[in-house]
């Protein structure tokens, strides 16, 4: 099923690769499984699709996840600063805690 999803996702990419959406969903589909991909497409939605909002929170706990703690911080206080610029309160509030929680799991 995740196979055919992806398929399905790439073919999304190569017909229409202005849509940071597939990117996202793909990235999504490859974190449990296949950090290294993960990764590579939420830093290229985070390069290329700055202003895609969904990237950061879960862009930002992965980078968390693989222990790199820098680039985690920055993506969570970047993402936060978006959520403040485009007035998206709930995800606003969802970073500000995931933030908060990043700071008190490193802080341990």
Known sequence: MQ???????????????SEPF??????IEYKDNQRDKALEFFKKLLLEFPDYLPTYYHAAALFFEIGNHVE???TYKLGIELAEKLKKEKTLRELKSAYQMFLDEIDE
């Open 3 to 17: 196979a055919e999803r992806i398929k399905f996702l790439l073919e999304q990419i190569n017909s229409d690769p």
């Open 22 to 27: 597939n990117y996202y969903a793909l990235a």
């Open 72 to 74: 985690a911080e920055n």
